[in-house]
């Protein structure tokens, strides 16, 4: 059986659109399956509509509600766990991501079993530049600093082995970064190409600064690289100061040369203050994560779980 997550914020007008279309899709398929819905905290009407559709449905589907918003990397942990299928796919409620291509992902497991996941990615971006530009630096960097690899462009758009998602929910970590997790587990994937599409409605959750958030958590989630970084910076300023202090002494002992040196102390007690802050930013960020881990604070809390309890 194929269990498809779709997670759900703020979605009440693309629900029916997601739902008919998977519907229609494995009609007169031979392949049984089952829609996970995941309302992440939504402030409109769609968990009236998910249910709606649970009580008119005559397909297997099942609502995650959430108590609250938790975020996307939270809705779909939650889905993998109520998830049954041997296979598991996730895919948004937008209709960016076309459903019709889960045949082909689930087909390239079916005929390939050393794969374990088929990822999509994007071959074009349709964005700006300016963030086109940015999204690619960070996998620039986080692929450099990194002890797992992150494809550029590869999406949550996925499809796994069951094994795999076991895997995937036997990290219980709560800063979650699914595309590092999916890439830590291992497992072989196969990287499929597709084209977004336009949103049925609505528009995109994502704004600048919560992909700049997001990147963040995916840098402090995968490496400790930038804690080596400030180690060292401030290995290097010390060296650097040691000699300055040596040429200072020098000058003004030894060849007589008076130092004013007024602009240039402050200029370097302002450098080295922001570095000392740039240093207790990133070692800040290590232990907060630190801080909520041990709290051992759920990922998520489910209101209520709704079957349709077909077969």
């Known amino acids: ?9 703020n979605e ?3 629900i ?7 519907v229609k899709i494995f009609h007169n398929k031979k392949i049984s399956f089952e829609i996970v819905f995941v309302n992440d905290g939504s402030c409109d009407n769609t968990i009236l509509e998910l249910k709606k559709i649970v009580n008119e449905t005559s397909s297997n589907v099942k ?3 959430f108590s609250r918003n938790f975020g996307k990397e939270a809705a779909m942990y939650a889905g993998l766990k109520e998830s049954s299928g041997d296979y598991v796919a996730i895919i948004d409620a937008d209709m960016q991501q076309n459903p019709s291509l889960l045949l082909k992902m689930l087909g390239i497991l079916e005929k390939n079993e050393d794969y374990d996941s088929v990822a999509a990615y994007q071959e074009t971006r349709k964005e700006g530049k300016i963030l086109g530009f940015f999204k690619k630096l960070f996998y620039k960097l986080i692929n450099k600093i990194s002890e797992v690899e992150f494809v550029n462009g590869a999406s949550d758009f996925r499809i796994f082995r069951r094994r795999m998602v076991d895997a995937i929910l036997s990290m219980q970590e709560y800063y979650r970064f699914s595309k590092g997790i999916f890439s830590w587990v ?10 977004v599409e336009e949103r049925a409605s609505g528009t995109s959750k994502w704004s600048f600064w919560k992909l700049f958030k997001y990147a963040i958590d995916g840098i402090v989630s995968f490496t400790t690289t930038p804690l080596r970084m400030a180690t060292i910076l401030g290995l290097i300023i010390s060296f650097g100061s040691f000699i300055y202090f040596l040429i200072v002494i020098i000058q003004t002992f030894i060849c007589g040369i008076d130092v004013p040196g007024y602009a240039s102390l402050i200029g370097i007690i302002l450098l080295l203050g922001g570095i000392q802050l740039l240093s207790l930013g990133i070692i800040g960020e290590y232990l907060a994560r630190t801080y909520i881990e041990n709290k051992k604070r759920p990922i998520y809390i489910a209101k209520e779980v709704i079957s349709s309890k077909k077969k």
């Open 16 to 22: 029916n659109i997601i739902y008919n279309t998977i």
């Open 12 to 14: 009440e007008k693309n």
């Open 1 to 9: 059986m194929l269990s498809i997550i779709v997670p759900c914020y």
């Open 186 to 195: 291992g497992f072989n994937t196969y990287y499929m190409p597709y084209q």
């Open 63 to 65: 609502i995650v509600n």
